[in-house]
């Protein structure tokens, strides 16, 4: 399970950004999570829950954006989503595409006090 390692880390992150910004309390703790990043979003939630105790994250609330894999046909340079797991432009029908969102795994923002 890497989401608890993932949830560390973004912890850290977060937490280093409080000190910075002078806060004491994190209020909330935004993701973003593409679709493709393995992430499964119960398990990151769970270990949010794990990682953040005796922290000034304890009562933090976890907000997650999931993000839709969206992807570009560099032949008719259309953006969609994929129907299935092929990958291939619905108009055209190539396979040359790019995956241009639905891989992130970031932090969108952060409330502190």
Same mark, same amino acid.
């Given at each position: 399970?890497?989401?608890?390692?993932?949830? *560390?880390?973004? #912890?850290?992150?977060?937490?280093?950004?409080?000190?910075?910004?002078?806060?004491?309390?994190?209020? =909330? #703790?935004?993701?973003?999570?593409?679709?493709?990043?393995?992430?499964?979003?119960?398990?990151?939630?769970?270990?949010?829950?794990?990682?953040? *105790?005796?922290?000034?994250?304890?009562?933090?609330?976890?907000?997650?954006?999931?993000?839709? =894999?969206?992807?570009?046909?560099?032949?008719?340079?259309?953006?969609?989503?994929?129907?299935?797991?092929?990958?291939?432009?619905? *108009?055209?029908? *190539?396979?040359?595409?790019? =995956?241009?969102?639905?891989?992130? #795994?970031?932090?969108?923002?952060?409330? =502190?006090?």
């Amino acid at each position: 399970m890497h989401e608890v390692a993932i949830m *560390q880390n973004a #912890l850290d992150i977060a937490l280093q950004q409080a000190h910075l910004a002078g806060g004491t309390q994190i209020h =909330v #703790l935004k993701l973003r999570i593409g679709e493709l990043s393995g992430v499964v979003p119960e398990a990151l939630e769970f270990a949010f829950d794990v990682v953040v *105790q005796g922290t000034i994250a304890a009562d933090a609330h976890l907000e997650i954006d999931y993000i839709p =894999v969206v992807c570009h046909c560099s032949n008719c340079h259309l953006d969609f989503q994929p129907a299935n797991l092929f990958y291939d432009c619905y *108009q055209c029908h *190539q396979i040359s595409i790019d =995956v241009v969102r639905g891989q992130e #795994l970031e932090i969108a923002s952060l409330e =502190v006090s």
